[in-house]
């Protein structure tokens, strides 16, 4: 195994976003193999922040969806990705607004670089407000990789990083395939067939 130490950091938002045009649906376990190559995988964060149970009507189609989201997270914590919460704010308007995530975000991959607890990172994000970010921990002597879906990506996002990867074009290496159907329709005769071949 290669032993350059390697995080991968998920901007979850942003993903969702690339997913929801693609109209696609993630295995994690498998995108996180497909970025890990070869190397050794210290660990993968994932970004995301969620509305407060105060702020959402319990019945309504809104806390039906905030529960699929914890569902969702708490599957991600168990498969051992580490998830990262912010709060959604709500405003009088009855919007919710998404703060504090970015700074997390950016907060977590310079404070763990300055540690030396890795030596490249994946950011899966096509956000730019990460440029600076990138190219700080690039400054300490660490590589940062950036890996998302061409309708969420920055090109100078891309340009600052180290190596890109469009993850549109190996959607085959980490998204779910159709499932058959458990139980096919038998006709009369093919069943008839079935019971003679006994």
Known sequence: MNEERLMIFIDGSNLFHGIRYLNIKIDYGRLIE????????????????????????????????????????????????????AKLRKLPSGEFVEKEVDIMLATDMLSLAYQDAYDTAILVSGDSDFIYTVEDIQRIGKRVENATFKKTSSYNLRKACDRFILLDDFLDRFTYEEKPALYEEVGFWAKIKSLWKR
């Open 34 to 85: 497909f970025l890990r190559e070869s190397r050794r995988l210290v660990r993968t964060y994932f970004y995301t922040a969620v509305p407060q149970d105060r702020d959402v009507r319990k019945g309504t189609p809104e806390w039906e969806s905030l529960v699929r989201q914890k569902r969702f997270l708490d599957e991600l914590a168990l498969s051992g990705i580490k998830v990262k919460l």
